[in-house]
């Protein structure tokens, strides 16, 4: 295989990684869970709700519905400027998650059956011990975004905010 070949498998296992982990942290902040943001997502009513209107595609209206309520209570903790987040990353990567969205069939199959078990199993593999922190926390400068190692030291956040009951905003400075 040649390096230019790689290199793009590289980046479409690090775009799965990414969208796993919003929807494990969007799952797990949704109302009827950990109450962080006011949306309920992936509730069996939102699901009869968009199906009808976006058939076969409802998961990707799901998804950036999540990513969206997410994104604002984010954002509204964070603030908006010189910081990026799990669900605010540069323009260019979130074009590129939303072609993965919509070209993996895997990434559909993650998107219709995540429930609160396997997200919780999504963020604890990520094999990132982290002592949580309440409220917003930088993790890094947005350099970090480069490598792959990020989406675990979120994710150890994250995993650790949910047990520990409180709310954790990691982000990454210097946008």
Known sequence: ?????QSVLESS???AAIVKVRLAVGLL?????????????????????????????????????LVEAAR?????RIGVGQALHLFRLPE???????HA????PALEAEANVIDEGKAEAILSDTEMTVVGSAG????????????????????????????????????????
């Open 1 to 5: 295989m040649s390096e230019p070949e």
């Open 13 to 15: 296992a690090n775009l």
């Open 29 to 65: 902040g949704e109302q009827d869970r950990g109450n962080w943001w006011p949306s309920l997502w992936f509730t069996s009513n939102a699901a009869a709700f968009v199906t009808p209107i976006y058939g076969n595609r409802a998961y990707v209206a799901r998804y950036h519905g």
């Open 72 to 76: 604002r209570v984010h954002d509204s």
């Open 92 to 98: 260019s990567m979130e074009r590129r998650l939303h």
């Open 101 to 104: 969205m919509i070209a993996d």
């Open 136 to 175: 917003p926390i930088c993790v890094g400068s947005v350099r970090e975004l480069d490598k792959s190692e990020w989406i675990n030291l979120v994710a150890g956040h994250y995993l650790a905010a949910f047990k520990s009951g409180q709310q954790s905003f990691p982000y990454f400075s210097g946008a």
